[in-house]
């Protein structure tokens, strides 16, 4: 797969939500506030926060989305989250982007070959 969609469900992370803050110019927007500790995400030094995730095969793909992407974490974060009543959360999907097969395929010179020869 050269390239790839990603839908990325940010509200799936674990405590999620929507919430209208404002922003530095004064107006308010609505932003996704996705609680960190209980994701096990961490900021770094220059406020950086980083998912890692696995990215599996899908058994049977839906609508094309042959991969689902799921949070990545330490076996003892993940026994936490079952204690809690929680799992790692899904985070989305993965297909081949079709425009670009289209594109390839549109570019691409067909040549017929005789076989009598």
């Not at 839906?62 to 990545?72: A, E, F, N, P």
């Amino acid at each position: 797969m050269d390239k790839a969609i990603l839908k990325f469900k940010l509200t799936n992370f674990i405590g999620a939500f929507i919430s209208e803050i404002e922003n530095a110019e004064g107006n308010i927007e609505e932003c996704v506030c996705i609680p960190l500790n209980r994701n096990n995400l961490k900021k770094t030094h220059n406020n950086t926060v980083s998912a890692y995730c696995f990215v599996n095969q899908s058994k049977i793909p839906l609508d094309g989305w042959t991969h689902y992407i799921q949070l990545k974490a330490a076996i003892d974060f993940v026994k936490k989250l079952n204690v809690s009543g929680y799992r790692l959360p899904y985070l989305g999907n993965i297909k081949q982007d079709e425009t670009m097969i289209d594109n390839v395929q549109s570019k691409n010179k067909y040549v017929r070959v005789s076989r009598d020869g």
